[in-house]
């Protein structure tokens, strides 16, 4: 976001404050309507973004090997991967579900073997709901001031 304030104020720089200022509220408020409209048009749960992150993750996940220790706990083998997974508390031993707060492979199969929906095993910052909320107030220009 940064780099894209640098190269968008490449021009505006030498502009007054205020004016400097209004071209980055019109800025901003043009990525704010243009991302509320992506949010209103998904048709899946989750943000683009993670959406394309955890669909590799389901076709990884087939065929690998599960084994259900506790209600909650299992343990997950793919290949030369594996890991235990929590599904209650949303942890893997291999940390990427910890760290990222999104399904890693083998959380991706432990909740298929549960009949667990991945999508509720997600961060809810990472959900159409949330996304839409985010970009959902209006930034408005705050006006002459003459």
Not at 21 to 27: F, M, N, S, T, Y
Not at 50 to 73: A, C, D, I, K, M
Request: charged letters at 20%; aromatic letters at 12%; glycine letters at 4%.
């Amino acid at each position: 976001m940064v780099e894209s304030l640098n190269s968008m104020l490449v021009n505006a720089r030498d502009f007054p404050y205020v004016a400097l200022l209004d071209v980055i509220q019109e800025k901003m408020s043009k990525w704010w309507n243009d991302r509320r409209i992506v949010g209103m048009a998904l048709t899946t749960p989750l943000t683009p973004s993670r959406e394309s992150q955890l669909r590799p993750r389901f076709v990884q996940s087939n065929g690998w090997h599960t084994f259900q220790l506790n209600p909650v706990t299992y343990h997950v083998k793919g290949g030369e991967l594996e890991g235990v997974v929590d599904i209650f508390n949303k942890t893997c031993t291999c940390k990427e579900f910890d760290i990222d707060k999104l399904p890693c492979v083998h959380a991706v199969a432990a909740a298929h073997h549960a009949q667990v929906s991945v999508y509720s095993l997600v961060s809810p910052y990472y959900t159409k709901e949330y996304y839409v909320l985010t970009y959902g107030e209006t930034i408005y220009p705050v006006g002459s001031q003459s």
